[in-house]
């Protein structure tokens, strides 16, 4: 069968996970460009471009555009690759507001293209077990979903304090940024809409006047005495420990000093520029009156997703590795993992990051008309939700209904 080729708008850490599986998959996927100000040839390709403006408009011969770059950077490229052609694997989320959101879907439904949003967990054995049970209909109807996503104390103060999705005015709210991934798993779990939506969310510790006495803004000018005994140490997190180097194109030692003496990551945690909650909590109701229950919190060790599904003849338990399956009849449960899962792959995510792509490669080479329709159109969903969210956070929880 023909092999696919991709263009890459930007080579940090999701474009460069993405583009691992042309050189995984040769046969498949061939990457034939990419652009990025920095650095662009952190990704093997013959053409690079700084500008992703000079890359579309060279208009190179591709069948998908990754779209990889900061969320305030996704909307008019997004319009421009769909408006010359291309069909778009495209990082979470759409864009940081509602309305471009919608702009991008309804541009490629005019289009006729393929949107696929970066919402890898879907993707995933784990989640798919999940799907495949619920839709098996072996446990009956789903009643209510309880979901928590303990994000990870390290993760929150990397992303959501000190990094990119830190301030929303620069990037996204956190409940779109982090959990869009969630609300996309239970759109797809009960392949129905969400109808009504209502939240809750603060920052309860990253403020400055929970800085410790004496501390400094940044960790490498804090006193000795502050800095080893703070969990949130930027020098802890970054030099000392490795579990956030694999973030970054240059892993070395001396590229993290620089990182902690020079960027956003070296700073106090109580003295950044963050706006959005370190912990939120969302409760929907879906059409036929399924209700579903979100809490996001930053202080938890794992990041790790947790579920407890109800449903009228059973109930789902899983600690993001194994699930707990009971049928109140006492019979087995026959419903497995969906086959086209099992196969195991190198990549992060659970195989996810892997799994994305080869799932766009197969609807593109099926190209059936209908199922590119209906996988761009849902792929809003999630992010209707997010901003119903977001709106009544903001209204001290008031219930917002989604058009």
Known sequence: MRKLKAIVLGAGYRGRAYAEYAQA???????????????????????????????????????????????????????LALEY???????????????QCRDVISKALEKKR???????????????????????GELG?????????????????????????????????????????????????????CRKVTSFGSIKLFKSENMPKGAAKRCVDCPPAIEKRCVWSARNMYVRHDELKYLFADQSDEAMEKLIEETEYGKCVYQTDNDVPDHQTVTMEFEGGAT??????????????????????????GDGENLDICRFDGQSVETGVPLSYRLPNKSRHGGGDFNIISEMIRILRRN?????????????QSHLICFAAERSRHMGGQIIEIE
């Open 292 to 317: 579903v229950s979100h809490v996001m919190t930053g202080f938890t060790e794992h990041n790790v997703r947790t579920t407890r599904i109800a449903l009228t003849k059973g109930e789902i338990v």
């Open 25 to 79: 998959h040769p046969d498949q996927l061939e990457i034939v460009g990419v652009a990025d100000p920095v650095q662009a040839e952190a990704i093997p390709a013959p053409r690079y471009w700084k500008d992703w403006k000079d890359c579309l408009n060279d208009r190179p011969e591709a069948d998908i555009v990754m779209i990889t770059m900061p969320d305030n950077l996704h909307y008019e490229p997004s319009l």
């Open 368 to 380: 059936d008309e209908d199922e590119i329709h209906d996988t761009t159109e849902e792929a809003l």
């Open 114 to 136: 393929l949107v696929i949003v970066g919402h890898i967990l879907r993707y995933t054995a784990y989640f798919a077990h999940i799907k495949a049970l619920i839709d098996s």
């Open 141 to 193: 109807e789903v009643v209510s979903i309880s979901h928590q996503e303990s994000a990870g104390f390290w993760k929150v103060a990397h992303s959501y304090v000190r990094g990119n999705w830190a301030n929303s005015k620069k990037s996204s709210p956190i409940i779109l940024a982090k959990c869009s991934h969630d609300f996309d798993l239970f759109v797809w779990w009960l392949g129905k809409k």
């Open 85 to 99: 052609g291309y069909h778009l694997l495209l990082e979470k989320p759409i864009s940081p507001t509602e309305e």
